[in-house]
């Protein structure tokens, strides 16, 4: 993938898709849209930055795949 595709893919990949996979991996494995956009904005706003970074370097490094899920949760 070029560096130009990947900077595309990264737009359509939100940071809280990374949060969402975890979240739904590791914590509330059948939860809802809704509990999901609870729990996401009760995070702190560093959280959520910790998110988008990771989800763009993911991204940049072209490591986004099935096993985002099983790391760290902010």
Not at 25 to 42: D, H, L, P, R
Not at 47 to 64: G, H, I, P, S
Request: glycine share 6%; charged share 20%.
């Amino acid at each position: 993938m070029s560096i130009a595709e990947k900077s595309s893919t990264l737009t359509t990949i939100h940071h809280s898709t990374l949060c969402a996979h975890r979240w739904l991996k590791q914590i509330k494995t059948n939860g809802t849209t809704e509990e999901f956009g609870a729990y996401y904005m009760s995070l702190a706003e560093n959280q959520r930055t910790a998110y988008n970074n990771e989800a763009a370097d993911l991204v940049a490094t072209d490591k986004w795949d099935k096993a985002v899920g099983q790391g760290k949760m902010n």
